[in-house]
């Protein structure tokens, strides 16, 4: 009777405690300077709460005159004393608004996360919309910002994370200010020096096998030989889909054509599965949008990214397509400032900026500390990681066949080993 007493006990201690906590955290999320609305959220069982937070930023901190715009931030709480994961998204932040989502750090350091989504992507865009204050520094103060706000709360180590642009955006973060995290984690982050940076169309030219570049380079060919049957599925295909170009359906295809083997080497990587010459229309058809599809260039499915091709334009750099081995296939005569044609809208004029990409590659093998870079070998981005150069406080590890999926836990066993035993020294 005395141990059932004592488990009863115990029960009661750990559901107060829960309850508890959970009301702690939020009194203290609501009072944090600059938030303007906590929401309640369900989660996973790896966390006990987790809470949709919205801070009101400055557009500009330079210039307070500008205003303000509402910034979508999640906090997924497991303890208060253990390390957090500040994931600083380069995108929109929809994803993590769902209950399964965990960050893979969070698991490997058994962390809390803070999520960050973008300023100017989904519900973290400013009303009026001034495209002037959309900068990396304005983005780094953001984050800089909530950090200071939740240090408050969380006073363990901090890790910064993100993936693709993400990565390039807590690289960014670091270069900007380099004392608020103490590691930093960034997946396949691209750091280009131009509009069409041109480091991308030398390296597809060399990934993988001489077999496997060719078998890529056929079907591209095949698919531009084949235009008369394969342009009206095409075409078809852009109807039943309701997309619209800046540009014509001709051209449209050109570029679908082009960007195959850049989109085939970010996803893909393994050319068993190309269709050969010997298959019908329908089957390269279906592969060939499958893989570069047309929704990518089209206005519809460049909407929601519209803020990120709006920053390539102007401080990020981008990648370009060598259109010589395709020179008597093509309708366009040049793929050169395909960004701006596709992308940009005509009355909007970007002049590109590379002192942002300059300064950030002069920090990364200068001043920065505890920094892991994780690239894919055949992910066409890898061709823009930054060098470290000198630097032993950075690692850079390439997982070999990678692709632009790569993640720690899916390097080899060697180099994942690596990366846990040196995070966890840093952080614990």
Request: hydrophobic share 40%; glycine share 4%.
């Amino acid at each position: 009777m005395n141990c059932l007493r004592i488990l009863l006990f115990t029960i009661q201690l750990t559901v107060l405690s829960f309850y508890l906590s959970a009301s702690e955290l939020y009194d203290m999320l609501v009072k944090l300077p600059g938030v303007v609305k906590v929401e309640e959220k369900g989660t996973n069982p790896f966390f006990s709460e987790k809470y949709l937070v919205w801070f009101e930023q400055a557009l500009d901190q330079d210039n307070p005159a500008a205003g303000t715009f509402r910034q979508r931030v999640f906090v997924n709480h497991k303890s208060f004393d253990i390390p957090v994961v500040y994931t600083t998204e380069g995108y929109n932040g929809d994803y993590a608004a769902e209950d399964k989502y965990i960050n893979e750090l969070c698991r490997i350091l058994t962390a809390n996360e803070v999520f960050v989504e973008h300023r100017y992507f989904s519900e973290s865009v400013p009303d009026p919309v001034n495209w002037e204050y959309l900068t990396t520094k304005n983005a780094a103060t953001d984050h800089h910002t909530i950090f200071k706000a939740l240090k408050t709360i969380y006073h363990g180590k901090w890790v910064s994370t993100g993936i693709s642009k993400g990565g390039e955006t807590c690289l960014l973060y670091q270069m900007y200010y380099p004392d608020d995290m103490d590691a930093v984690v960034a997946y396949v982050a691209p750091v280009a020096k131009a509009v069409e940076d041109g480091r991308h169309e030398i390296f597809i030219s060399k990934t993988g096998t001489s077999k496997d570049r060719k078998k890529i380079l056929d079907f591209q060919k095949e698919i531009l030989k084949r235009r008369e049957i394969i342009f009206p599925m095409f075409e078809n295909f852009v109807k039943a889909s309701n997309l619209t170009f800046r540009l014509p359906l001709e051209e449209v295809y050109d570029y679908c054509v082009l960007e195959f083997s850049f989109s085939f080497w970010q996803w893909y990587g393994n050319t068993d599965r190309i269709p050969s010459k010997k298959e019908s229309n329908t089957i390269l058809f279906q592969y060939f949008i499958a893989v570069a599809g047309p929704a990518y260039f089209s206005i519809e499915g460049s909407e929601s990214t519209f803020p990120f091709f709006y920053q390539a334009a102007r401080e990020l750099g981008y990648y370009g397509y060598d259109t010589k081995p395709f020179k008597k296939l093509l309708v366009i005569e040049s793929a050169e400032e395909y960004l701006s044609k596709i992308f940009i809208p005509e009355e909007m004029k970007i002049n590109f900026e590379p002192q942002t990409s300059i300064n950030l590659e002069k920090f990364i093998s200068s001043d920065a500390k505890n920094t892991f870079m994780i690239y894919g070998e055949y992910d066409p981005w890898t061709a823009v990681a930054p060098d470290p150069g000198e630097n032993k406080n950075v690692k850079k590890i390439i997982s070999p066949k990678g692709t632009h999926m790569t993640r720690i836990l899916n390097l080899p066993k060697i180099l994942q080993d690596e990366i846990v035993k040196d995070l966890d020294k840093i952080m614990n």
